[in-house]
């Protein structure tokens, strides 16, 4: 299901999405790549959260599973 979303960019935004554009895309698509990045750096953020909660963690102080 499809949904629209307003966004009224700024002169900024104008430049950033004009500057970002292939020649093949329209604003949608450029805004569509930047959502993507913005999901890849929350998930980037997760993993380092993870990765620093793990990093004392020493798995050979545990008995082998199989």
Do not use: H, N, Q
């Amino acid at each position: 299901m499809s949904k629209t979303i307003g966004f009224r960019p700024t002169d900024d935004d104008e430049r950033i999405i004009r500057e970002a554009i292939r020649d093949d895309e329209r604003t949608t698509d450029v805004i569509r790549r930047a959502l993507r990045l913005l999901d890849r750096e929350a998930w980037l953020a997760r993993a380092r959260a993870d990765a620093e909660r793990l990093a004392d963690e020493d798995l050979s102080d545990e008995a082998d599973a199989w």
